[in-house]
């Protein structure tokens, strides 16, 4: 998820673990730096795009990492408000803090490597975009009331529901991905395309709109289905996925690390003499977050170059247009679709 919702997620589990041993704003302050941690990966320069995308949620999102560095964080913040008493419940609550933020992540399509230093297959549910305004509203809606309420006990029983809304929120979104998922393969069965690679998640901002992706050989199938929509069919839409590239250049390091990281959801097109490597699950037809110019063909033994990432990004005004449209249940066309 977005880092503002990681400090908000944070800082509300920080004020509801230590409650009223300790001021709410000291929960708050040092929650929220433990929900921000994780992500100060995104500094880290692997020195080729490809390689910064991958090693993002990395070991900065080890389960077992964190909780073994918020030892020394509960010691340090108990001595800074010298409350050396309230070491173990500090422990909780930073711990606590430190590892909702991967488990969040997870929730996400990106993939987060929360197993490290075991194993680095990346995770992601794909149950929640990144930005999602229904699950971190309440959650601000806490913090703030344990930061201005006055009466304390009323701040702690705010933030403890605004809590429980926003967990409740994601295990909706679990629940909604899997009824569109049912409803997906009937659609894709119905027309005779495949759905064993099957991608479901969120359009932005809302479990409202859901795109679904297919892969079969050659091509990707595009849809999306809108809860209003309620038993109608998804209309797929063919793109080509350039699988005669995939092939031809199978042994190319940038293309093996996409295909490992994405599960198989990329595509590969050529743009003159040049490659380009495409992530499928974020984004949408013609428009991706994570696209890559990894340099022409390689030749034997040649050294790849860096990669250069081409993100392009849809039309915010069409594509809220379009997206508040699909929340009735209006079946239009996104903006930039078509075939291909």
């Known amino acids: 998820m977005d880092s503002v919702t990681q400090v908000l997620l944070g800082a509300s589990i920080g004020v509801a673990v230590m409650g009223r041993r300790t001021a709410l704003w000291k929960?708050?302050?040092?929650?929220?730096?433990?929900?921000?941690?994780?992500?100060?990966?995104?500094?880290?320069?692997?020195?080729?795009?490809?390689?910064?995308?991958?090693?993002?949620?990395?070991?900065?999102?080890?389960?077992?990492?964190?909780?073994?560095?918020?030892?020394?964080?509960?010691?340090?913040?108990s001595r800074i408000h010298r409350q050396p008493q309230l070491y173990g419940r500090w422990w909780w609550a930073l711990m606590l803090a430190l590892v909702t933020h991967p488990l969040l992540d997870l929730m996400t399509i990106y993939g987060t490597q929360v197993f490290q230093p075991f194993t680095d297959e990346a995770y992601g549910l794909g149950s929640m975009f990144i930005i999602d305004p229904v699950y971190s509203l309440p959650l601000l809606a806490g913090v703030v009331a344990a930061l201005r309420v006055k009466t304390v006990g009323r701040a702690l029983a705010i933030n403890g529901w605004a809590l429980a809304l926003s967990t409740v929120?994601?295990?909706?979104?679990?629940?909604?991905?899997?009824?569109?998922?049912?409803?997906?393969?009937?659609?894709?069965?119905?027309?005779?395309?495949?759905?064993?690679?099957?991608?479901?998640?969120?359009?932005?901002?809302?479990?409202?709109?859901?795109?679904?992706?297919?892969?079969?050989?050659?091509?990707?199938?595009?849809?999306f289905y809108a809860l209003m929509d309620g038993g109608r069919p998804i209309r797929f839409v063919a793109h080509a996925r350039g699988s005669?590239?995939?092939?031809?250049?199978?042994?190319?390091?940038?293309?093996?690390?996409?295909?490992?990281?994405?599960?198989?959801?990329?595509?590969?097109?050529?743009?003159?003499?040049?490659?380009?490597?495409?992530?499928?699950?974020?984004?949408?037809?013609?428009?991706?977050?994570?696209s890559f110019d990894i340099g022409p063909p390689l030749q034997a033994g040649q050294i790849h170059p860096v990669a250069e990432q081409r993100s392009r990004r849809m039309n915010v005004g069409e594509g809220l247009q379009w997206l508040g449209q699909r929340m009735l249940g209006w079946d239009v066309p996104p903006p930039g679709s078509t075939g291909g």
């Open 169 to 223: 929120y994601l295990a909706w979104s679990a629940l909604a991905q899997w009824g569109v998922t049912q409803h997906a393969r009937q659609s894709l069965q119905a027309q005779g395309l495949p759905s064993q690679q099957l991608l479901v998640t969120p359009a932005p901002l809302s479990t409202l709109v859901w795109r679904v992706v297919a892969l079969d050989g050659e091509r990707i199938h595009e849809g």
């Open 27 to 77: 929960s708050a302050l040092w929650g929220g730096v433990a929900g921000l941690l994780p992500d100060l990966d995104v500094l880290l320069d692997h020195g080729d795009p490809i390689l910064n995308m991958i090693r993002h949620r990395a070991e900065t999102h080890a389960l077992l990492l964190l909780t073994l560095f918020a030892f020394p964080m509960a010691w340090g913040v």
């Open 244 to 290: 005669a590239l995939v092939a031809q250049h199978a042994d190319h390091p940038q293309l093996q690390r996409l295909a490992r990281f994405t599960d198989g959801f990329f595509k590969v097109q050529q743009e003159g003499a040049r490659l380009v490597v495409t992530d499928l699950r974020m984004g949408q037809e013609p428009d991706y977050v994570f």
